[in-house]
């Protein structure tokens, strides 16, 4: 990795404040931090002396042990603070919450939360870093991220590659954060939904809407398949999740019609079976596994880039 | 005491008067109009030079929260007349969801003895149209008209059930007074924080599409003809509503409407970066909404302008977007936001302040809006010409919400008059 590379933000919010430069320093650098987990003393001493405090204010397994594992690997001191444990169910709001956090000198503030903008006030009240793990349908920009650090390592490059995301679009940060970064890398992405969960005027950020699976998936080099909430069902917006499963459940059927270069992607977790059949899951295209594991990396390229090359080469 | 307001250029569309017209006040009342000059100054004449300055009927807000009783650490009476006071409005009418709700002769009581000992202003309660604004039970309107309502409104709220509404303007009208909805299918907006639309979808936020005014606006108009109720469309926002209140009026209907100055200025853009001052309800809407407005300004078919000033605390604003209060101070920016109006040739000035004061006026029945001879001296004097920057942290409102914040605008509030008496002049 150059020693000079520097991103242009110093908190990560979304993909749509990231320049092209931003992301390739981004993936450069997770890409050279992947060596470190398949190590046996997993732990270089980067950031050593390092605090990084995640503050998740929604139930997660794979992205707030993701981020731990990235800061302990770096050697920083990780706490991890839970929306049910933390004060805000006292009352105090988010703000003092956060400000309360920074007087405490952390060096970078991990957020998820159910609300839009959550994270964008707060890095409007406090100066240390603050990394966006989700909040609510904006964005998960650390999950586009290795997103596309998955899709490079199998296609070589990201430029030009056709996407197709299948499943619920209007509630996903997900899909929001990779239509931006997608995007911005000069990918095409086409989203494929029924229309009750496709948000209105997403056609006006260039995205293509499609509401057949078979149609939408035909030339995508890589599909990325979106938990399906079962919740949507009470809400009017699917009729029930079998008929959903019906129409939109990825099959080998479906597959049958498309390249076998064709990736499969899925943030997870994964409604075996709703939206995407057990076969497909665990077959040869699909690279779910390969996403976590690059979580990690993506992650400790987050908190490194942010900290500064301080005082350690990581390798 | 008598009063000599002089060299100031006159507008009082009530009396068709727009030209250099000095006015004589005495015991608070207007006790002579003339032309520039014909007045003769006299000893122990308060003496009011208003070279270069208009000076107008005091304006009229039919549309405000002063949130007392209940959230007096948002606004209170006191403090929501100063507001007024300073944005040259002398009459506005309080809405009813504080806590407790006017639904009730001891609220409206309560609500004036309160502006009796504390504002600087003519406060006038508008009543509910509903117990507790549930929707439910048609409140007592005749005994809220006798303790002094001047309309009644579920404001914050619609009157969903149809049936209800049906029977408030049936019943309204045994009183002749507007019942003024807040148009909003909740079935439709639920959960929502903004304007549905690719801003909503950029931001992920919950959308409120305009369909949701569009329909009740549409419901009570339905229910105009055979009721005879009079319904006044309150903070007008979607273009498809001017339309419809457009049509109701062709059909000679008896519909009015009103436009916050946030609906013919800003658009949903404004909600992006999550700034909790632009939301609203209804929401801030797109640029063919704004469009459809100002052209329902020009035509007439918006027949007013009213703030909906809404102040919110810090505690109630500065939290994430989808759990924000909706609305924002307006009486202190209405005016220089009026004038983008004119400046953008909307309407004409005149056309504005008729706007602001003797049409409020007459469609609710009042006396006020009007400098005629023997009219109350309740008198807006500004200079439309002063150029300024809009700073909240300056507002007389005790909340300071307002996307407005280092707008550049031109008009300023120098002096108002109520009862002839100056109970607001800038520095």
């Known amino acids: 990795m150059t020693q000079t590379a520097t991103l242009s933000r110093k908190n990560i919010i979304g993909m749509e404040n990231l320049t092209s430069e931003d992301i390739e320093i981004i993936l450069d650098t997770a890409d050279s931090f992947k060596e470190i987990s398949t190590r046996a003393i997993k732990k270089v001493p980067t950031l050593r002396g390092r605090t990084i405090i995640n503050l998740f204010f929604e139930p997660s397994t794979r992205t707030r042990t993701s981020f731990e594992i990235a800061g302990k690997r770096l050697s920083a001191d990780v706490i991890n603070i839970s929306g049910s444990a933390s004060s805000t169910v006292k009352g105090e709001s988010l703000i003092d919450t956060a400000r309360n956090l920074e007087a405490m000198n952390p060096d970078i503030l991990v957020i998820r939360h159910n609300c839009s903008g959550a994270p964008a006030l707060i890095s409007q009240f406090i100066n240390c870093p603050v990394i966006n793990a989700g909040d609510g349908a904006h964005e998960h920009p650390s999950q586009s991220l290795l997103d596309l650090l998955t899709i490079r390592e199998h296609k070589g490059t990201l430029k030009g590659l056709k996407v197709a995301i299948v499943g619920d679009i209007t509630h996903s940060r997900v899909a929001r954060s990779n239509i931006r970064a997608m995007q911005t890398m000069g990918m095409e992405v086409k989203v494929v939904g029924p229309p009750t969960l496709i948000p209105v005027g997403i056609e006006e950020l260039g995205v293509e809407v499609c509401y057949d699976i078979g149609e939408g998936i035909r030339d995508a080099d890589v599909i990325m398949v979106l938990r399906i909430q079962l919740e949507r069902q009470n809400q009017g917006l699917l009729s029930s999740l079998r008929e959903y499963s019906n129409y939109f459940c990825l099959t080998e059927k479906h597959l049958s019609n498309v390249s076998n270069d064709t990736l499969i992607i899925h943030p997870g977790p994964v409604n075996r079976g709703i939206e995407i059949a057990l076969d497909v899951m665990e077959g040869p295209r699909s690279l779910i596994l390969d996403q976590v594991t690059n979580g990690v990396a993506v992650r400790m390229a987050l908190f490194y880039l942010l900290l500064g090359e301080s005082d350690a080469n990581p390798n | ?427």
């Open chain 2, 1 to 427: 005491m008598r009063t000599l307001i002089k060299n100031g250029h006159l507008i009082d569309p009530a009396n068709k008067r727009n030209g250099n017209f000095d006015l004589l006040l005495s015991e608070g009342k207007v006790e002579a109009v003339e032309p520039k000059g014909k007045i003769k100054e006299a000893p122990g004449l308060e003496l009011i030079d208003a070279k270069g300055l208009v000076v107008t009927p005091g304006f009229c807000d039919m549309h405000v929260h002063f949130r007392e009783p209940g959230h007096e650490y948002k606004e209170t009476i006191e403090t929501g007349s100063q507001s007024a006071a300073a944005g040259g409005f002398t009459t506005v009418a309080v809405m009813p969801n504080t806590s407790p709700v006017n639904d009730n002769r001891s609220i409206t009581e309560l609500i004036l003895s309160q502006a009796q000992q504390t504002a600087i202003v003519n406060i006038l309660p508008i009543g509910a149209i509903t117990k507790g604004l549930k929707g439910e039970t048609l409140s007592d309107m005749g005994e809220l008209k006798e303790a002094g309502c001047i309309g009644y409104s579920d404001d914050g709220r619609p009157v969903s059930d149809s049936e209800i509404m049906r029977r408030a303007l049936e019943y309204s009208k045994m009183f002749d007074l507007p019942c003024i909805q807040h148009s909003e299918v909740l079935e439709l907006t639920r959960g929502g924080s903004m304007n549905e639309g690719v801003v909503s979808t950029e931001l992920g936020l919950k959308g409120m599409p305009t369909e949701a005014e569009d329909i009740m606006v549409h419901r009570d108009i339905c229910l105009l003809p055979k009721t005879g109720g009079k319904l006044h469309v309150a903070h007008i926002s979607s273009g498809g509503s001017v339309d419809l209140v457009r049509q109701a009026k062709a059909k000679g209907l008896p519909v009015t409407c009103e436009v916050a100055p946030h609906h013919f200025i800003l658009t949903d853009e404004a909600c992006r970066g999550y700034d909790t001052n632009a939301k609203m309800s209804p929401p801030l809407r797109t640029n063919s909404d704004l469009e459809m407005i100002k052209e329902g300004m020009k035509d007439g078919t918006i027949d007013i302008i009213a703030t909906d000033h809404a102040p919110h605390d810090l505690v109630d604003k500065q939290v994430e977007f989808s759990k924000a209060c909706f609305g924002i101070v307006g009486l202190e920016t209405a005016l220089p936001l009026t004038l983008k109006m004119v400046d953008e040739k909307v309407i004409s000035l005149e056309r504005a302040i008729e706007m602001l004061t003797s049409q409020p006026n007459k469609i609710f029945g009042l006396d006020k809006g009007s400098l005629e001879v023997g009219r109350v001296a309740d008198i807006a004097i500004f200079d439309e010409n002063k150029k300024y920057s809009i700073d909240p942290s300056k507002f007389k409102s005790r909340s300071k919400n307002s996307p407005f914040k280092d707008w550049k605008v031109r008009g300023k509030i120098l002096r108002t008059l109520v009862n002839g008496k100056t109970v607001y002049k800038s520095h």
